[in-house]
């Protein structure tokens, strides 16, 4: 008998194995192939637009795609660099071979933890409690707790042009009956789709009409422990090119044979709006002349280039057509054809903050079978589906990140409160308090969690402590020492160019000016902190008026979240409670009056409602 069995080797589920056995929990991972274990079926890179701060979150808890991704790195590069802080994120190109060759290196080698190849066709229930699954031979394997990170392979078919093939991403089989057997159990499921771009020979690309984009000359890590492991100037380039009217004029005349635009009349899955395939882009943008496209590598070990943003389920010899119309790409060769995958998902609704289903006791789910997409969406959910069943078998609380704690927590909040009607991606307008959710600040927002639940050992621990103690040394130095308005001290502002100084003014308050980096300060008084001190502090100081707004902000928020709603309350009993918002809170069963007001739906009114029953009920305080 295992304490947990995880369900899936993608990327939620080597988190969820991982932190449960690191927790100490003996732990099976069951993958329907042991050679896909960590794969990306889709491009090879790591972080993005929010997802790269969701993977210093997962560093920061203790989890391990940001240290499995430096050690993979092609090529590395921060986003929005010339933006704000709150819209920086890391964007790595990782290799295809390389991060999931790791990834089974740490698994085999992390204790209490077991890895078997075989398909999961049912689970093993007894009065609406988990108790372990059952193999498709019949075979069964008892458990306290299962983890279903299936990904993309429930009943998953392959769409391109008129035909369906049920099959997995690499032609696997795929599970076929696991999500009927939920769907009998209580749950409601959905269908979602997803798609991926054409591979093309890396030899047959004319590479003088395209434009190289190289990595930063700034040497990067996702993890906090800041180790490098490549060399800036052995980055391989990815390069940009545009779709062209030809390309746009293939499409619009073949768009009947996509399998989305009547190729296939018997698609039910929606597509991700976020990351929509190129028919879609054509069709929803037809004002756009032209779109912009990724050559990008996949790998050292072979040269397969990956189009991002070019997916599509066009049929093969279209396909064709519309690659050689790209400049650059007019004799390409195409290694792998694009496709679209249409696969089961559930509703996350039916799910608690904690990723515990709220249908059977003791089974968590976690990634594209709760409705997201993306490796980064799927890892963190299964971090923490893992996080909370092991506390769950401890007999501790299970841990809930806050919208203002964590992008983990604006991702999960999201999907248990609203739902998903398309696969779900992370975007940095999806949180109130971005300016409060870094790249720079994970460790200082969540290390603290990660070692109070045994993930973050006591070395790393010890660095992160230093770390805030040079930065709240950092900051006593720039408020006790001052400028004063000499002459060489004005000539020097001159040349920045920043206004001259009438009296004499605080490091703190001179860093404020915009034009003003650590660079002009270290000219008269030395700095002896790393970048990492230096860059948490000057954002601080040079945004401390607007992170004061908003943890005042998120105060407001965090009150509402702390008026718990009673498990046993009878929303029947409400008076005139408007139909639709009682129909949402039966069904959602929010914790707190916060995530109440969070669900569609359910407005002020209903709220105010909700209140008056509590205090005159259960005696609450308004």
Not at 581 to 609: E, F, H, Y
Request: charged share 30%.
């Amino acid at each position: 008998m295992y304490e947990i069995i995880v369900v899936g080797g993608g990327h939620a589920g080597c988190e969820a194995a991982l932190a449960s056995a690191r927790k100490g929990h003996k732990t099976l991972l069951i993958t329907g192939n042991i050679n896909n274990i960590a794969d990306m079926p889709c491009n090879p890179s790591i972080g993005g637009s929010a997802k790269g701060i969701v993977v210093r979150e997962i560093d920061a808890l203790g989890g391990e795609m940001g240290r499995n991704a430096d050690k993979s790195l092609l090529q590395i590069k921060m986003l929005n660099s010339a933006k704000g802080p709150a819209v920086q994120a890391l964007r790595a190109q990782a290799d295809k071979i390389t991060y999931p060759k790791n990834m089974f290196k740490t698994l085999r080698n992390t204790k209490n933890l077991e890895i078997r190849e075989a398909l999961v066709e049912d689970l093993i229930i007894d009065d609406r409690t988990v108790h372990g699954v059952i193999l498709e031979d019949g075979e069964q394997i008892t458990s306290s707790i299962v983890i279903l990170t299936t990904g993309t392979y429930l009943k998953a078919d392959i769409l391109v042009g008129d035909t369906r093939t049920r099959q997995g991403p690499h032609g696997e089989k795929p599970s076929n009956h696991l999500s009927d057997k939920l769907g009998e159990y209580g749950f409601n499921i959905i269908r979602l789709k997803t798609g991926t771009p054409q591979r093309i020979d890396k030899s047959s690309i004319d590479y003088t009409k395209t434009k190289e984009e190289k990595g930063d000359n700034h040497y990067w890590t996702f993890s906090f422990d800041n180790e490098i492991h490549y060399k800036i100037e052995d980055q391989i380039s990815c390069h940009l090119i545009y779709t062209q009217p030809e390309t746009h004029k293939i499409i619009r005349e073949n768009l009947n044979k996509s399998s989305m635009y009547g190729g296939l009349d018997d698609i039910k899955g929606v597509g991700p709006r976020y990351c929509p395939s190129i028919e879609d882009k054509v069709v929803r943008f037809a004002d756009k002349e032209k779109h912009q496209l990724f050559l990008e590598p996949e790998s050292l070990y072979y040269d397969d280039i990956y189009i991002q943003g070019f997916s599509t389920s066009m049929p093969r010899d279209i396909q064709e057509k519309m690659v050689h119309s790209l400049p650059g790409l007019e004799n390409a060769k195409i290694l792998k054809y694009a496709y679209a995958i249409e696969y089961d998902a559930i509703d996350c609704r039916q799910l608690k903050q904690s990723l515990e289903t709220k249908v059977i006791k003791n089974l968590y789910t976690a990634g594209q079978i709760n409705g997201t997409s993306g490796y980064e969406e799927a890892a963190c959910q299964g971090l923490m589906a893992g996080i909370n069943a092991s506390l769950s078998l401890e007999g501790k609380d299970p841990l809930i990140l806050k919208r203002n704690e964590a992008y983990i927590g604006v991702l999960i909040d999201d999907l248990v409160t609203k739902g998903v009607i398309d696969p779900y991606r992370l975007l940095t307008s999806r949180a109130e308090y971005r300016l409060l959710l870094r790249h720079d600040n994970a460790d200082i927002r969540l290390r603290d969690y990660g070692y109070e639940i045994g993930l973050v050992s006591q070395e790393r621990y010890d660095k992160f402590l230093l770390k805030k103690e040079q930065i709240n040394h950092l900051f006593e130095y720039l408020k006790s020492n001052k400028l004063t308005p000499t002459s060489e001290v004005q000539e020097y502002l001159k040349t920045i160019p920043t206004t001259e100084l009438k009296d004499g003014i605080s490091l703190y308050d001179f860093l404020k000016r915009p034009e003003i980096k650590f660079k002009h300060i270290e000219h008269f008084y030395p700095i002896l902190e790393s970048d990492e001190v230096k860059d948490t502090v000057e954002i601080y100081i040079k945004y401390e008026g607007y992170i004061a707004k908003a943890l005042k902000e998120a105060e407001k928020m965090i009150d509402l979240d702390n008026k718990k709603i009673p498990k046993d309350i009878n929303y029947d009993k409400i008076h005139n409670l408007a139909s639709e918002a009682k129909q949402k809170l039966k069904m959602i069963q929010p914790t707190s009056i916060g995530q109440a007001l969070r669900i569609s739906g359910v407005n002020p009114a209903d709220i105010s409602l909700i209140m008056v029953y509590l205090k005159k009920e259960y005696h609450y305080e308004s």
